[in-house]
Structures are given as C-alpha cells and as structure tokens.
C-alpha cells in the first residue's frame, strides 16, 4: 500500500483531538483515534457529532458529507491498531514525561516512513524528540482551538527535523483544507501565542489600571483590531499605513505600554476567587444561558463566512 494511503491517527480523545480528528475525516482522511481512557474513547462518537452539527447548521456540510466523515473515523483501543498509520498527531495531556513515553510506543509499532506531529502549545520540539530513535520525522503541529472554527496549523521543526516532514505534513494539510505555516525555527510560544499574550498583557493593563473595563477592552478588539487583522496582519499594517508614521507613533506610545508580568496579578485574583472563565461559570464576565448563546451565535457567523 502507499504510504499516502494509509490511515492518519490521533492520539489523545481530548477536545483537541477530537477536533483534529473530525476536521482530518471531513476532508477524506481515514483515522484512527486512541486514548488510554475507555470513557474517554466512548464520549468521542458525540463530541464529534456536535462538531458536525454546527458546522451543518453553518451551512459547511450537508448530511452526506457529515455521514461520511463518521464512518471515516475509527477508535481503537490498542496503540497497536495504528501499525499503518504514515501520520499521527499526539494530542494528549502536557506532561513531558508522558509525551515521552508515548512516542517511544509510536516508534515500535509505527512503519519507518511514519512522522508524528505534537500538537503541543508548551514544549519545544527540541525536547519533545530528545529521546526518539527517528527524531528527524518530528515536528510540533500547532493546530488553534477549535479546529473547525480555526482551521490553522503552525508547524514548528526540530534542529534535526528533515525538510522532506515539513513539507510532506504541511501539503497533507493543506490538502485537508487547513492553513499551514512553517517557522524558520522553535520559539517559546511558537508565533501565536506570543503575539496573543502580548495582546493580552496589555488588555489586563488596561483593565486593572482602570482605563476601561473587560466588555470596553474586548469591543475595541472586536471591532477594529480584529476586524483588520482578520485581513491584515500587523506588519502588513504597518507597510499600508506607511513605516515611517508607525515608528513616529511607535516612539512615543511603545515606552507607555505594558512591560512587567504584574498584570498577572489580575488573573491570580480572579483565580483564587474561583473565577476561572467560562466553565465555572464566572471569570471576567458572568457566564449565563445568553451569554453562552450570543458565543454560540458569533461562532456560526464566523463559520458561515
């Protein structure tokens, strides 16, 4: 059999992994899923289901197409199950030693040709790989969460990656309909989450700082920042709207701007008064039936377009 016949796994029956999965199979992607958690394994049929089921009330898949990604996806109980698999994504929970220890299972059962891919947010792959015995065929495969709403991937190579990987796993990608960008080389955070966390540094700032509260600070972005960064990324910005002027601004504003990690102060309050976000139910905003039905319904309008 080809290698690019094989069948693509997934390792880790998370939300992630789920979504990885159900995006993989809606493309055409035969998959494996494994997970050491039996209840785990059983929750995966309906996870997915309510994966297909937003994407269809979207309008991105009919029936015949959610039909046929179910039958796509397979569950095993047994890493084993995934003797043919050319690609898998490892999906489970962010403790190296456990990563560690499943690529090491990878490697006995899996054909030579096989990549695995990390989805992890955390680790460098340089420390990911450190102890496989084929570390040129890993790589970090940083999908958003959730991939059926973000369908994007940073694909992040190790010092020893070969460039064959990169490219095979970035055009099998791509193929599924997803946009793959490739580092030049690891950063802590890879791209993403650093421009993410450099956005929300400021955002706490502001907040605890008094200039607007959590709903202003979240408009603003909303509206205007992320409306053109949806088109326009932020150097991309800053060629349209001339370099010059931005290093005038740039000059002024980028020494008031937020610097120290103190704004975590913020969040460790909210923590510690058992305001953790969304699923407790409280965090920055009071998370009540139509609060949850106006994310809901932002969400399929980001799918419909």
């Known amino acids: 059999m080809n290698e690019i016949n094989r069948r693509v796994a997934v390792v880790g029956a998370g939300l992630m992994g789920v979504g990885i999965a159900s995006c993989l199979a809606l493309a055409g992607e035969a998959v494996d899923v494994f997970d050491l958690s039996e209840a785990r394994r059983d929750e995966l049929p309906a996870l997915a289901e309510k994966i297909f089921e937003e994407l269809m009330a979207a309008g991105r898949i009919v029936e015949a197409e959610r039909d046929a990604a179910r039958a796509r996806i397979r569950v095993v109980a047994d890493l084993a199950a995934l ?113 993410q966390f ?54 002024h504003l980028m020494p008031q701007l937020e610097k120290s990690e103190s704004v975590l102060q913020l969040l460790q309050a909210l923590v510690a008064a058992g305001r953790c976000g969304a699923t407790a139910g409280h965090g920055f905003y009071e998370w009540t039936d139509a609060r949850w039905q106006s994310v809901r319904e932002r969400r399929q309008r980001m799918l419909a377009r």
């Open 198 to 251: 450099a956005v929300l540094r400021e955002a706490l700032h502001l907040v605890q700082s008094g200039v607007a509260d959590a709903a202003t600070v979240d408009a603003v972005v909303r509206a205007c920042i992320g409306k053109r960064y949806a088109s326009f990324g932020p150097l991309e910005t800053a060629d349209l709207g001339g370099l010059h002027t931005f290093l005038d601004i740039g000059g």
């Open 83 to 195: 003797a043919d698999a050319s690609l898998v994504f490892e999906a489970v929970v962010e403790r190296l030693e456990v990563k560690h220890a499943l690529y090491a299972e990878l490697e006995a059962v899996l054909p030579s040709y096989a990549l695995i891919a990390s989805n992890t947010s955390g680790f460098m792959p340089d420390v990911l790989c450190e102890r496989m015995a084929h570390p040129e065929r890993f790589l970090v495969a940083h999908f958003w969460n959730p991939p059926h709403v973000i369908p994007f991937v940073e694909l992040v190579p190790a010092r020893v990656t070969v460039p064959e990987a990169c490219a095979a796993l970035r055009g099998r990608l791509e193929s599924a309909g997803f946009e793959a960008v490739l580092l030049s080389k690891a950063a802590p955070g890879f791209v993403g989450n650093r421009i």
